[in-house]
Structures are given as structure tokens and as C-alpha cells.
């Protein structure tokens, strides 16, 4: 049985089949957004989104550097996240109440944003983690997909209506999240006055249907693929895998319908082929099948660190591939031979010890491309505010 267990909280559902229905007219939310209760982040208070977010770069000597982080004071644009199947619930769908789950997922994938935007992360009662063990299983519950969509529009429109003011705004996603921000991008955005004022889409652990050698249509009408860090409207998906363990023929990722490939645009370098990622890893091994956070050595010999987050500058590198196995993130590890750190990440699905390759690095899909995609959204940023003088 795969269980949450620290950073992870098992961001395993892909959306899975959570997402592959055509979807029907979701009902109107009864979640009051007005209460703050029902946000894990929201501006001018301590919540979910101020966790820590201090890092330690690890040489390839060894050699351990503490770096700091700093919350914008006054960011001039928003970001609104979605976050992935994390609800250890034993419900098909969640309730509203913030547990640990939602505080380390949103710790790992949307708080280190702060340094460039404010943050906007509602509850929303979506499929949980016992309902996609079911599904896995064979033994599908009543899990209502147009819940949680519902509660997402709700807070959408309450954030438009009270908080935006015009704001240029991220959407941020990832997994099952993703799922829900690419119908609320197709139903509440996409071709309409609101999309002037999305400076992009990040849409991570996804599969974004795209006509094949094309930069729109699919999933989307006016809506493109990012191919630079200034370019406005865009959206930014992708899935990872290692590029020595592409999509098997059973993939949850990387893979779209006939006549159409899964879009994949690579944060370390959206104009095409390969670039460093400025990773953020969890200073834990990630792990699926154990109760419990488990000791990962980023160096040899092993040495203390004291932050939640470790970088490993010049060890990870990623291009987008579109191949027979699908269109994915290739992620490539240059190890240093003799070197004091380590050469390898934690990161794969593991159940019972045995790696689920068809998920590829689902689990860290945010945190490899961290560092990346915080930058993206400054100079977007620059871009939008230059376009708006």
C-alpha cells in the first residue's frame, strides 16, 4: 500500500483516471472563500506558505553552504496554486480541513514563490489517496471529480473578485492539481479578457494533449506552450523521468492520444534542448512504502544538515525528449567520480523496494525544477510590468 510520508505526502496521483472522463457541468461550490480557514496561504499572515525555505548547496567536495531566503516584501504579481492528490483521508473525496498533508506539499512545491509573488493556495475537497489505492486496485469509489473542481472555481472567482485588482497572476500545479487548473484554464480563462493577465501556467506531473509539432490546440485553443522566459499567456507542462529510465509502454506520463503528443517544455531551458536544474531536494530520502522520514546522505562521509532543502549544483541536467516511448523530461545525472557528495538523487516510486518505473520521478516533478521555475516567473514578471507601462 503506498503511504504518505513527509515532503512527498505521495503526490502520486497522476489524475490518473481522476481526470480522463469528459468532464459535466460542476456544480456551484457551497465553500465560502471568504473564510480564511478554508486557504492554506493567503498575504499579511503566518500560514502553511511560511515554513522555512532555507537550503544548503552541496559541492561536489563536499563542501556545505547555507543559503538564505527571502519573502518578497512587496511582490507586484500573484500566484495561485492547486496542489497535488496528497488527502490521506479515508473518504473518496476530502473534506476542507488543513493537515499535515496540504502543509508539506505546499511547503515543497509553492512556498519558495514568496521570493516573487504573493501566494494563493485554497483547500478544495478532492479525490483522495484511498480512493486512487482503490482505483489501482480494481475497486473504484464514488469519488466526485466536479467537487473539488467546484471549490477550485469558487476560489478563483472569490481571489478575481477581491483580491486581483488587476494583478498579473500565476497558475501553479501540479498532479491531480494540474488537472483541475487545466479545466479551469479551458472553461474560466482560456481566449477570455482574464487570460491578459496570466503571465503563464505551470503545469507539472502532467500529460497536456498538444497536436503533434504544434505550440497550441489540444487541450487549449489560445493558450501556447511557454518557448521563452518573457513570453506571456503560456503554459509551462512536463513530467520527469530519468533519461536512462524513459516512459515504459504502460507510462502514466508523457503519453496522449493519437495524433497528438504530451507537451513538454523544459523550465531549464524553454527555447529547446538541454539546461542545468537548479534543484531543490528534500533533505529526506522520498519514499512511498515506509511510515516515517528516512535519513538520505548527501555526502560521503555523511554530514548534519540542518535545513528542510539541499541544492546539488552541477549534478542535474534535463532536455525534452519526443521519442517511441513519449514526450517527456529527460533527467540526466552528472556524477563527479571520487567526489565527497552524493552522485545519485532520491526521488523514484518505490513499492516494497521495487521502483514503478510508469511513474518515472513523478515525486519530485516541482522539486528538480524549482530553482528554474522561480526564476521563470521573475522575468515574466519583468515582461508583464514592461508591457503594462
Known amino acids: 500500500m503506498l503511504r504518505p510520508m513527509g515532503m512527498t505526502a505521495a503526490w502520486l496521483a497522476a489524475g490518473l483516471a481522476c481526470f480522463s472522463a469528459p468532464p459535466v457541468l460542476a456544480a456551484a461550490s457551497s465553500t465560502d472563500y471568504s ?19 532555507e537550503a544548503t548547496s552541496v559541492a561536489a567536495d563536499g563542501t556545505l553552504t547555507r543559503e538564505a531566503f527571502h519573502a518578497a516584501k512587496n511582490p507586484p504579481i500573484d500566484c495561485f496554486y492547486v496542489y497535488p492528490t496528497v488527502s490521506t483521508e479515508t473518504t473518496a473525496n476530502s473534506d476542507l480541513s488543513v493537515t499535515v498533508a496540504e502543509k508539506n506539499v505546499v511547503n515543497a512545491q509553492f512556498a519558495r514563490f514568496a521570493s516573487k509573488c504573493r501566494l494563493f493556495a485554497p483547500m478544495y475537497r478532492q479525490v483522495t489517496l484511498t480512493a486512487l489505492r482503490a482505483l489501482m486496485a480494481g475497486k473504484p469509489m464514488d469519488a466526485d471529480r466536479d467537487l473539488g473542481f467546484g471549490d477550485v472555481v469558487a476560489a478563483w472567482n472569490y481571489y478575481l473578485q477581491h483580491d486581483n485588482k488587476g494583478r498579473g497572476v500565476v497558475l501553479v500545479g501540479h498532479s491531480q492539481g494540474s488537472g483541475v487548473l487545466t479545466r479551469l484554464i479551458k472553461e474560466e480563462i482560456d481566449g477570455k479578457p482574464v487570460q491578459g493577465r496570466m503571465l503563464s501556467a505551470i503545469l507539472m506531473g502532467t500529460s497536456l494533449p498538444v497536436p503533434k509539432g504544434a505550440d497550441v490546440g489540444g487541450a487549449f485553443t489560445h493558450v501556447p506552450v511557454c518557448r521563452s522566459n518573457t513570453q506571456l499567456g503560456c503554459v509551462i507542462a512536463f513530467a520527469s523521468f530519468r533519461a536512462a529510465s524513459p516512459p515504459p509502454a504502460n507510462s502514466r506520463f508523457g503519453k496522449a492520444p493519437d495524433g497528438q503528443q504530451a507537451v513538454c517544455a523544459n523550465p531549464a531551458a524553454l527555447a529547446g534542448g538541454s539546461g542545468p536544474l537548479e534543484a531543490y531536494m528534500s533533505v529526506n530520502r522520498i519514499a512511498t512504502a515506509i511510515e516515517g522520514p528516512e535519513p538520505y546522505s548527501w555526502t560521503d562521509p555523511p554530514k548534519h544538515i540542518d535545513t528542510k532543502f539541499v541544492k546539488v549544483p552541477g549534478l542535474l541536467s534535463a532536455e525534452c525528449v519526443t521519442d517511441e516511448h513519449g514526450s517527456y523530461l529527460a533527467v540526466t545525472l552528472h556524477p563527479t567520480p571520487g567526489g565527497a557528495r552524493a552522485n545519485d538523487i532520491s526521488g523514484d516510486v518505490r513499492v516494497n ?9 513523478h515525486l519530485i516533478d516541482a522539486n528538480l525544477n524549482m530553482g528554474n521555475l522561480v526564476a521563470i516567473v521573475g522575468d515574466e514578471t519583468k515582461a508583464y510590468l514592461a508591457k503594462k507601462r
Request: net charge negative; with cysteine.
Open 35 to 53: 473564510n480564511g480557514e478554508v486557504w492554506l496561504c493567503r498575504p499579511g499572515r503566518t500560514d502553511a506558505c511560511s515554513a522555512p525555505q
Open 353 to 361: 523496494g521495487q521502483v514503478l518505473e510508469d511513474w518515472g520521478l
